[in-house]
Nanobody, 124 residues
Framework: QLQLVESGGGLAQPGGSLRLSCAAS????????IAWFRQAPGKGREGISS????????LYADSVKGRFTISRDNAKNTVYLQMNSLKPEDTAIYYC?????????????????WGQGTQVTVSS
């Protein structure tokens, strides 16, 4: 069964860093485009970054550009999201998502498989 599992969330101070991981099981990740989304309380799901199957192409939302970095290690079947210079407005549940494609954008309708999410809270 195809599964995505996020980890690495938690509490960080403003200006701090966290690294999220998205581990896949039941399929080989190197044929799938991956994206990270987040959903804050009372808000819709926001696409923040995506990466191509090879890792050669990435896309970022303006809200995280220059602060977050998406990467993948296909040998480990894992995608990462390095989050630096965190702000309180980054507080949300973070989800990874996959679709059988070389690359996709940041529209949640483009993705077929979703993890359960991991909570990120940025607060002093």
């Amino acid at each position: 069964q195809l599964q995505l599992v996020e980890s690495g969330g938690g509490l960080a101070q403003p200006g701090g860093s966290l690294r999220l991981s998205c581990a896949a099981s039941g399929f080989t990740l190197d044929l799938y485009a991956i994206a990270w989304f987040r959903q804050a309380p009372g808000k819709g799901r926001e696409g923040i970054s995506s990466i191509s199957d090879s890792g050669g192409t990435t896309l970022y939302a303006d809200s995280v550009k220059g602060r977050f970095t998406i990467s993948r290690d296909n040998a480990k079947n894992t995608v990462y999201l390095q989050m630096n210079s965190l702000k309180p407005e980054d507080t949300a549940i973070y989800y990874c998502a996959a679709t059988y494609s070389s690359f996709r954008g940041l529209n949640f309708n483009e993705y077929d498989y979703w993890g359960q999410g991991t909570q990120v809270t940025v607060s002093s």
